[in-house]
């Protein structure tokens, strides 16, 4: 057995033999001074402690604690009423707190109940009720907001972990807290009941038995009474102030001490006009003029103490500042740090930082959040981190999105306007400056904020710069999220999924595909569309499928198949009929007869003029079903589909390439043309 078992178990033994068995009154002053000591411990535990959670153990000790302290004055009790003596520490606070005056000692002991009853315990326990039902109110929310940190990549997995189990502590913690303060109630409760049978029990047992006058009793059992109601009391206090200091501390950054001088003594306007207010007092009152000028001097001096160690921090800031610009200057370049690229980058002009900058209002780094938040949801991919970052070289108003350093797309804004679309059936003209919208380059116009309510009441489609930039930039990293996907982040999307997958990761990696393959797989999938969030199906494929092929292009239309639900419904609204377009069967033959299959994987070995005969075709088709306001779907067969899909992607990017086997069979499909040469 460990040692502090064994005391821990002395410690709940011992109250429970003393309520039986006499305690001898050498002994009884030793446990009432170790009850004073431990109580003391545990009230400055809770004052130091840097937040409540970290005496988790504070629930069980306050019953342990209240045990030992009620054992303790059963065993006082019970030899004052058999000796009219319990020891030199009852006795000894008896006396010497009333100060030899029964009456002011009585007074004294009334007040310490009055105290602990109706001050410290009723505030302590109202606020352990309330902050429990907080807690527990605010639990789904702040495991929501865990998860969505998790989901965005702005935590990992075992930050997560670690902070979903000091929410349930907490919750655990102030749950019990509940109840654990009517422990201390019902102590002090207690002490006030059993004082008053000392009190009566000592009169009746020294008038009767003991043949004392009734003066002598009074004066005897007084004093005792006093002193056990004391040594209970005090400790109770002691303890009840601890719960009370635990169950409102709202400080987890330092400690309180520091906290509490640096909010009350931090502001010198308050300390000179408390001074003022002194002086004020001592000059214009009866009160005494020395003490007030004396707290007025000191408040004063407080006051210039205080402003100057302000502006000697702000000096040495400026000049810590001045020589990290410097000593920044002077170090010879690292060149390592020319080496990062950052995967996503956001540069902007100086006309555009009040956007990014949230002093001024600015909420442009929320929406990037919200960015990756998005695409988290919609494709089941984590974006890099997004670099914002101003650049002089910059138009004022300009805006360049880079990936991997390498500018992708731009746009420029105006601030204070607001860029007006006609969504197509808008026929009044509204006046403005002449643009386009950057993410899809749509006809535009800006238009300023007193136009803005016609402009809508029209029928206009009316955003703000903010959104501009935002949707833009959501564009750009939905066209390049294939790329961003590197072999860490299929490593971290594995890891996420291992846990409730064990046999299925085992299988799979690196037994039958490595994650290099994987990561070609799920780049196939995010390059056209297709979300990745349900990774165990994905997964599940590959493993049945890996056996027979490692091509990743092959094993990706297998996967494809298997997602034909959530492809059918990105593509093909439920209970409507879809126009789409198919491709001739002798194409079909002519592309798979073109096919030569190598060691590095197939291509396409089609004569140039008949690939360019087949273009033709599909943008005649194209353009047909953009005309008729429709989205360009063209269906295929399942062996054709990534062959046709490759031929077609450089001239038309945004076409959708779907095969039968990837269309669900409730979904109604309507043929309005073929392409065909």
Known sequence: MKRQDFFLGLYILVPIVFFIVPIPTLLLDILILLNLSLALIIMFNALFSKEAIDMSTFPTLLLMSTLFRISLNVGSTRNILLTGYAGNVVETFGQFVGGGNLVVGVVIFMILIIIQLIVINKGSERVSEVTARFTLDALPGKQMAIDADLNTGAIDDDEAKARREKLQSESSFF???????????????????????????????????????????????????????????????????????????????????????????????????????????????PLSAVLCLIYAAI??????????????????????????????????????????????????????????DVNQGGDLLDRV???????????????????????????????????????ISEGEIL?????????????????????????FHLPAIWITESQRERAESLGYTVVDPPSIIATHLTEVVRSNIAELLTRQDVQNLINNIQEANTTLISDLVPKLLGVGEIQKVLQNLLREGISIRDLVTIFETLADYATTTRDTDVLTEYVRQDLKRAISNKYFPSNEMTSVVTLDPKIEQEIMGAVKQTEQGAYINLAPEKMQEILNSVKDEVDKMEELGKNP?????????????????????DLTVISYNEIDSDVELQSIGMVTV
């Open 175 to 285: 749950g019990a807290m509940d109840g654990a303060t009517k422990y201390v109630k019902g102590d002090a409760t207690a002490g006030l009941v059993i004082t008053a049978i000392n009190f009566v029990g000592g009169l009746v047992l020294g008038v009767l038995m003991q043949g004392l006058e009734f003066s002598d009793a009074v004066s005897k059992y007084t004093i005792l009474t006093i002193g056990d109601g004391l040594v209970s009391q005090i400790p109770s206090l002691l303890i009840s102030l601890a719960t009370g200091i635990l169950v409102t501390k709202a400080s987890k950054e330092a400690d309180l001490g520091n906290m509490l001088i640096e909010q009350l003594f931090a502001i010198p306007k308050v300390l000179y006009i408390v001074g003022g207010t002194m002086a004020f007092l001592g000059i214009a009152t």
């Open 415 to 439: 601030f204070d306007h607001y860029m007006a679309m006609n969504p197509g059936y808008v026929e009044e003209e509204i006046t403005g400056i002449p643009t386009f919208e950057p993410s």
């Open 633 to 653: 779907i063209i269906v295929t067969s399942p062996i054709v589909r990534m062959y046709f899909k490759k031929i077609t992607s450089e001239q038309f990017e």
């Open 369 to 407: 959040v919200m960015i990756r938040r998005q695409v988290a949801l919609e494709l089941g991919c984590v974006v890099p981190m997004i670099r914002l970052r101003d650049n002089i070289q910059l138009n004022p108003n300009q805006y360049v999105i880079k990936i991997k350093g390498v500018p």
């Open 299 to 356: 408040f004063i001096a407080a006051a210039r103490a205080v402003e100057t160690s302000m502006e000697e921090s702000n000096i040495e800031s400026e000049v810590d500042m001045e020589e990290e610009t410097a000593e920044e200057i002077r170090r010879p370049e690292n060149v390592v740090s020319l080496l990062q690229v950052d995967p996503i980058e956001l540069e902007f002009g100086y006309g555009i930082i009040p956007l990014a």
